[in-house]
């Protein structure tokens, strides 16, 4: 197939994908042809190498642009962040020095960690509750608990209250608390926290990807 037959069916493929694990073997292909074949032809430095270079990283920034734009089409959040960040990589004009590749390297290697733990299945953490901007949120694990269930755990991030006098609080972090304090948090009596108008359906993977949402929201 020729290169250029191979970027066309890439992109076609970009401009449908529906699912996590279809938008990583895109990544992982796009990443690994461009990084295979263009690093190795700007180290060469051969005849014609900066105009190949330059279309080949405007045919990966596209197809890295129209995955992430279907993962958010999706609603799959997350993966979305994150494949906006390698394009954000990959378009700084030094890419190709060691530290940039490094971390497109690492981000890669987390994607795909983290789209494996989606297939696998969890565990997920669902926001169930969030106040204005962001500044007091509530998670469940498992994602599909009924609501308020004693046997599920429940996370709070919250800038307003410094702890519950429970030993280990920290404040802007995610704290494990009971599904009673889960449900009082956003009781009639729990003025003033209001909601979040663009609480995410999507579960997260992790309490570390939903405070990464968390602090990117509240910074906006």
Same mark, same amino acid.
């Given at each position: 197939m020729a290169a250029s037959d191979e970027s =066309?069916?890439?992109? *076609?493929?970009?401009?449908?994908?529906?699912?996590?694990?279809?938008?990583?073997?895109?990544?992982?292909?796009?990443? #690994? *042809?461009?990084? =295979?074949?263009?690093?190795?032809?700007?180290?060469?430095k051969a005849e014609g190498w900066q105009s190949a270079v330059r279309e080949s990283r405007v045919s990966l920034t596209g197809h890295l642009f129209l995955i992430a734009r279907q993962m958010k089409k999706h609603g799959h959040i997350t993966v979305a962040r994150r494949i906006?960040?390698?394009? +954000?990589?990959?378009?700084?004009p030094d890419a190709f020095s060691?530290?940039?590749?490094?971390?497109? *390297?690492?981000?890669?290697? +987390?994607?795909?960690e983290h789209i494996a733990h989606l297939v696998a299945g969890g565990p997920w953490f669902k926001m169930i509750r969030a106040g204005t901007r962001y500044g007091t949120v509530i998670l469940v694990t498992p994602a599909d608990a009924a609501a308020y269930s004693e046997t599920a755990k429940y996370y709070e991030f919250s800038e307003i209250?410094?702890?519950? #006098?429970?030993? #280990?609080?920290?404040?802007?972090e995610f704290n494990e608390i009971s599904a009673n304090e889960a449900r009082m948090t956003f009781s009639?009596?729990?003025d003033g926290l209001g909601f979040a108008p663009d609480r995410p359906d999507e579960p997260f993977a992790s309490l570390e990807d939903a405070l990464a949402f968390v602090r990117e929201k509240r910074a906006a």
């Amino acid at each position: 197939m020729a290169a250029s037959d191979e970027s =066309t069916e890439s992109k *076609n493929w970009s401009h449908t994908c529906e699912t996590p694990a279809t938008a990583w073997e895109l990544v992982s292909h796009v990443l #690994g *042809n461009y990084y =295979t074949w263009m690093v190795r032809l700007a180290v060469r430095k051969a005849e014609g190498w900066q105009s190949a270079v330059r279309e080949s990283r405007v045919s990966l920034t596209g197809h890295l642009f129209l995955i992430a734009r279907q993962m958010k089409k999706h609603g799959h959040i997350t993966v979305a962040r994150r494949i906006d960040a390698i394009l +954000e990589a990959v378009s700084e004009p030094d890419a190709f020095s060691e530290a940039v590749s490094k971390r497109i *390297n690492s981000m890669r290697d +987390e994607l795909q960690e983290h789209i494996a733990h989606l297939v696998a299945g969890g565990p997920w953490f669902k926001m169930i509750r969030a106040g204005t901007r962001y500044g007091t949120v509530i998670l469940v694990t498992p994602a599909d608990a009924a609501a308020y269930s004693e046997t599920a755990k429940y996370y709070e991030f919250s800038e307003i209250k410094d702890n519950r #006098g429970a030993a #280990g609080w920290k404040k802007g972090e995610f704290n494990e608390i009971s599904a009673n304090e889960a449900r009082m948090t956003f009781s009639p009596i729990a003025d003033g926290l209001g909601f979040a108008p663009d609480r995410p359906d999507e579960p997260f993977a992790s309490l570390e990807d939903a405070l990464a949402f968390v602090r990117e929201k509240r910074a906006a």
